[in-house]
């Protein structure tokens, strides 16, 4: 499985970092294609493929801007 750590954010996607109670979307300061546009699509997709309260908090964070919290998860 993916273990949320510095190293697996590359700068070129979007990751889903899943802490439980809230999803991160982790974007790429140059993201490849049309990712950047639909990153938080893609956590509100993920809440549905992992069986995931519609309610669960999806945060967008962009690489070189997380916050305090985000960088405590890695």
């Excluded at 049309?34 to 669960?56: F, N, V």
Aim: net charge positive.
């Amino acid at each position: 499985g993916f273990s949320a750590s510095r190293s697996n954010l590359t700068s070129d996607g979007v990751f889903i970092v899943d802490q439980g109670q809230e999803v991160f979307v982790w974007l790429a300061k140059q993201p490849a294609g049309s990712d950047a546009k639909y990153a938080l699509q893609r956590g509100i997709d993920y809440l549905r493929t992992a069986g995931k309260p519609m309610w669960t908090p999806v945060h967008r964070v962009v690489e070189g801007s997380e916050s305090k919290e985000f960088k405590a998860l890695l």
